[in-house]
């Protein structure tokens, strides 16, 4: 089951493992590829489509030709208060946690200028929109009797007959990421809209990766880190977006915006783990950098304008390219290898709709988004503690659905928003599988400082639960 390593001293490559780190996996398509930076509560309550509709700071990140859409000027602030509920199930077994944060969730401002000319151009707009998520996600998972290996002798040589059982195993990630975006629009005869913006974008990170192993008669214990981890990363990217709305009808609305592909610049502490010349056990911390390009990003939009009280509005975003990494070495080759052969190109589809009362809104939408990963095979324990290859059609992410409601008043100048969204995934969650190592200083005499390489991985499912609290405060002038 397990096979003993004697880690090397402190390879001057770094992570030679990254590409079977599940976590560096998952990162790359959820922290950096995502488009999801939060935002206002009307554009959250909306389900975040507002493509062909425009009008609302968060809506700019869309589509920029929603810039042109204002023909006053309007700033805003939203509180946003996210929870995240993860429920790891193995083999029948659960383990459950949550944790909510509060922060300032969006801040941002529109100046428009009426040309007041003849000219059919009849409004230019510069805005800027500031949002942020929380990246905070613990995943914790049960331990399991069957998965376990046979120990006949302790680090002393004295004979024990005891067995190395799987007592749990813990993935905790926190940080915040954020998107500051800068667009111009212009209105063409009320017609037609246009726009481009710019984005920055930034993401801080820590995140920590270990399992436990007991031994099932004296009880002991230490607890394995992954190699690498834990891990703090800074990283900066930025992309450039270009859109158009246009006016088919008083009735129909249409929209298209393609956002270039994140260039990202990652820098990375870690820690390594291995044996010094002297066969010490001993752990350094070193840094790295990285950079990395996301996927370009089409979005397609069409609105429904019923009646000056009623309107919907449907969004289709598609991933046009993959991630890749720039290649510096074996680690990033093998994660372009993977992104290139399981990662597919997203797609991700949502409806909104806005209906007016006098100075009421009530607002709603829906969200589906695909999971980025193909259906892949992995060497993978059962039930049993037996291992085989098997295969999972949701790793990593999952298939990603969300529900959102809200309501707001207007009072000319100022209005109050508020909004709910509950976004929930069910997804395969692999560990166990790569090198991992225990540090002397753990009390555990049979395998003090022992390293181990894991071919076969724990795979447990997970069921993730967001369910996040938005208002926003805003003044049109």
Do not use: C
Not at 2 to 18: C, E, N, Q, W
Not at 289 to 296: D, S
Request: proline fraction near 2%; avoid cysteine; aromatic fraction near 12%.
């Amino acid at each position: 089951m397990i096979k003993r390593i004697s880690l090397v001293a402190f390879l001057s490559l770094g992570a030679m493992y990254y590409a079977q780190d599940a976590s560096v996996i998952k990162n790359t398509a959820e922290v950096y590829s995502g488009s999801n930076f939060g935002g206002t509560a009307k554009f959250n309550s909306m389900a975040g489509s507002m493509g062909a509709l425009g009008g609302d700071l968060s809506a700019i990140t869309v589509n920029p030709a929603g810039t042109g859409v204002f023909i006053t000027g309007d700033v805003s602030a939203t509180l946003a208060v996210q929870g995240n509920k993860n429920n790891s199930n193995l083999f029948g077994k659960s383990f459950e946690s949550s944790y909510n944060n509060t922060n300032l969730g969006q801040v941002g401002g529109v100046v428009s200028f009426e040309t007041n000319t003849n000219s059919p151009w009849r409004f230019v707009n510069l805005a800027f929109n500031y949002s942020t998520k929380n990246l905070e996600d613990y995943v914790q998972t049960p331990g399991n009797n069957s998965i376990k290996e046979a120990v006949q002798y302790d680090s002393g040589g004295s004979t024990v007959n005891d067995f190395l059982v799987y007592n749990g195993h813990a993935y905790d990630r926190t940080g915040t990421a954020s998107n500051l975006n800068v667009s111009l629009g212009g209105n063409y005869d009320n017609k037609i809209y246009i726009g481009a913006g710019l984005n920055f974008k930034t993401a801080e990170l820590e995140q920590s990766d270990f399992f436990q192993l007991q031994l099932q008669n004296l009880g002991e214990y230490a607890n394995y880190h992954k190699q690498y981890t834990p891990y703090r990363e800074s990283s900066n990217g930025f992309s450039a977006s270009v859109g158009i709305i246009g006016k088919i009808n008083n009735n129909i609305r249409l929209g298209a915006a393609i956002e270039s592909p994140t260039f990202w610049n990652l820098t990375r502490t870690y820690t390594e783990y291995g044996q010094n010349s002297s066969d010490a056990w001993v752990s350094d911390i070193f840094d790295e950098t990285r950079r990395l390009t996301t996927p370009m990003k089409l979005t397609l939009s069409g609105a429904l304008v019923a009646s000056k009280n009623f309107a919907v509005n449907i969004d289709y975003t598609l991933g046009v390219t993959k991630p890749k990494y720039k290649v510096e070495g074996p680690a990033e080759q093998q994660l372009n290898d993977y992104f290139s052969s399981d990662y597919k190109n997203t797609s991700d589809l949502r409806i909104g709709a806005e209906y007016r009362v006098l100075g009421f809104r009530l607002r709603g939408g829906y969200g589906i988004e695909s999971n980025p990963f193909d259906t892949s095979s992995l060497k993978s324990f059962n039930s049993a503690g037996t291992s085989g290859t098997n295969s999972y059609s949701s790793l990593f992410l999952g298939k990603r659905k969300t529900l959102a409601g809200g309501l707001g008043y207007d009072f000319k100048s100022f209005y109050v928003d508020a909004g709910v969204q509950n976004i929930t995934a069910t997804y395969d969650n692999p560990f166990f599988g790569g090198e991992y190592a225990v540090t002397a200083d753990n009390g555990f005499s049979v395998i003090n400082g022992d390293g181990v390489d894991n071919s076969t991985s724990i795979v447990s499912e997970v069921k993730n639960t967001k369910t996040n609290f938005f208002v926003t405060v805003g003044w049109k002038f």
